[in-house]
């Protein structure tokens, strides 16, 4: 199963639970045993695994990227968005989880989140699952 999914963020930076729409589609799908891909098409956003009990885990991650790559900083891409390149290059744009019994083999703790660097924007998502 090949599907894009569309979010739409609302903020230059935020982070956004895309756990159950990934759930939703391994469940379509009737796929008892195999793997799911998560990717995002752009290249200043991020798709990570994640801690979902407290948000301040994620405030925390968005102010470390920040102290690594400053909004306010001179780069040779002087575009303006040059940060959200370097943050989404760190992160990564794509996940890949194992599927156990139609179900994400996602630990307790862990979600999925797409991370916006740029926004706000729509984004697209292909989740791959076989």
């Known amino acids: 199963m090949f599907k894009e999914v569309t979010i739409n963020?609302?903020?230059?930076?935020?982070?956004v639970d895309i756990t159950e729409k990934v759930?939703?589609?391994v469940k379509e799908s009737n796929?008892?045993?195999?793997?799911c891909t998560i990717f995002v098409k752009h290249t200043t956003a991020s798709i990570i695994i994640n801690?979902?009990?407290?948000?301040?885990?994620?405030?925390?991650?968005?102010?470390l990227l920040e102290e690594i790559a400053p909004k306010h900083k001179a780069y040779s891409h002087n575009d303006g968005n040059a940060h959200s390149h370097l943050k989404s290059?760190?992160?990564g744009t794509s996940v890949t989880i194992p599927i156990l019994n139609n179900e994400l083999q996602l630990g307790r703790w862990q979600d999925i989140f797409l991370i916006e660097f740029d926004g706000p924007k729509e984004?697209?998502?292909?989740?791959?699952?076989?």
């Not at 796929?31 to 793997?35: K, R, V």
């Not at 984004?123 to 076989?130: N, T």
């Open 9 to 15: 963020t609302k903020n230059n930076e935020e982070i």
């Open 23 to 25: 759930e939703r589609l």
């Open 31 to 35: 796929l008892n045993e195999g793997i």
């Open 51 to 63: 801690e979902n009990w407290d948000p301040s885990v994620g405030k925390d991650l968005l102010e």
């Open 89 to 91: 290059a760190i992160l």
């Open 123 to 130: 984004r697209k998502i292909i989740v791959q699952i076989k």
